[in-house]
């Protein structure tokens, strides 16, 4: 493989893209969707100063990837067979550029103009950033993890464009692919979890607030009265009997797993999780990620709630941070799957693209 030859591939491919008034004009658009999202996201976390960057910036990258994930398949998802139906793809194989350079050519201009989003977008990270509240840690992880799925959102169209004879199949099925990424497998998810049930038994009594009609209100178990809350101690609470109940609650601890590969699962997973002080994440990457953690968690086998007690629930949910800590991370899988899709669907573009071909498809175009 040339260094020389590919730079010439990818270079060509580049031109082809920027020339048009077109590219210009996408890229403007996409500029201002973002000055949008973040004057709104200014205006919606102005209430948490002090954390507002962090919220801000994940929004941003958020942004980025769904604009980028919208816009990417119909850039790349053409790449090979549309030079072919051009007539353009015949004059580049009968030159000393080989198949692999030619397809992995293609990919990385594809990479590249993929990266041009993410460029545009430089500019309101940093605004966000210096809102405060991000930290390096958070900012090279979501920008790295970025990068790559902007990169495996390319394979996937670059390979399906050189799998498939027709330039419209092609782009539609690679944002078919990409959609069961990022949609699909929400929906597995939520269907998945909620066929697989199981029964909960919930123990519950409830204080008998009809017994004190004369505006007071007694101490429960484990509270003393204070200034703040003046409570009357009173020896014996008038408290209902216990009475319990069985209903059926979905397992989604049995289906997590499906979310590995979704891009936007990734990208919160892998980025360090930043918590408030009352426990709870306050960015966007730390709540999906507290979301398909919690979704890890079975459900109890019985549930107790006692309304004459302080603390009336006895399951206690835990702090986000604990949850996190004690439950499995699967970026890494899912972004393994990711990149063994794209780089099988390369090769098989490389298979299908070397010439001399033995078969091609009926009405292909050769030269």
Do not use: H
């Amino acid at each position: 493989m040339s260094g020389q030859r590919l730079g010439t591939i990818v270079r060509l491919e580049l031109t082809q893209r920027t020339r048009s008034v077109a590219w210009y004009v996408l890229l403007g658009v996409f500029a201002l969707l973002l000055l949008i999202v973040t004057v709104l996201s200014f205006l919606a976390y102005g209430y948490v100063p002090d954390q507002q960057g962090s919220a801000i910036y994940s929004t941003i990258v958020y942004m980025t990837l769904l604009l980028i994930v919208l816009v990417s398949p119909t850039l790349s998802g053409a790449s090979i067979n549309g030079d072919r139906d051009a007539a353009t793809l015949a004059p580049v194989q009968v030159t000393l550029a080989t198949t692999g350079e030619i397809v992995l050519g293609k990919f990385l201009a594809a990479w590249t103009t993929g990266l041009a989003f993410v460029a545009v977008s430089i500019p309101f990270l940093v605004v966000s950033t210096l809102a405060g509240g991000a930290d390096f840690a958070m900012i090279a992880v979501s920008l790295l993890i970025l990068v790559i799925e902007v990169g495996v959102v390319a394979a996937i169209g670059v390979g399906l464009s050189g799998i498939l004879a027709r330039p419209l199949f092609s782009v539609a099925t690679t944002y078919l692919v990409v959609a069961a990424l990022v949609i699909g497998t929400l929906i597995a998810f939520g269907l998945l979890g909620a066929t697989m049930r199981t029964e909960q038994v919930n123990n519950y009594r409830t204080l008998d607030y009809a017994a004190y009609e004369d505006g007071s209100f007694p101490c429960l178990q484990g509270e003393t009265p204070t200034d703040d809350y003046p409570c009357e101690p009173t020896p014996d609470l008038e408290c209902g009997e216990w009475e319990s109940y069985t209903y059926d609650v979905p397992r989604f601890d049995r289906v997590w797993w499906i979310l590995a590969a979704n891009p936007f699962v990734i990208l919160a997973d892998a980025t360090p999780t930043r918590i408030s002080a009352d426990g709870y994440p306050i960015d966007l990457f730390g709540q999906i990620k507290f979301g398909v953690r919690m979704a890890q968690i079975p459900p109890e086998p019985v549930t107790t709630f006692d309304d004459c007690s302080a603390t009336p629930g006895q399951n206690q949910p835990q702090d986000a941070d604990e949850i996190i800590a004690s439950t499995t991370p699967s970026w890494f899988v899912g972004l393994g799957l990711q990149v063994l899709l794209a780089a099988g669907l390369l090769w098989w573009a490389w298979a299908r693209t070397n010439t001399p071909a033995r078969t091609l498809p009926p009405g292909t175009r050769i030269a």
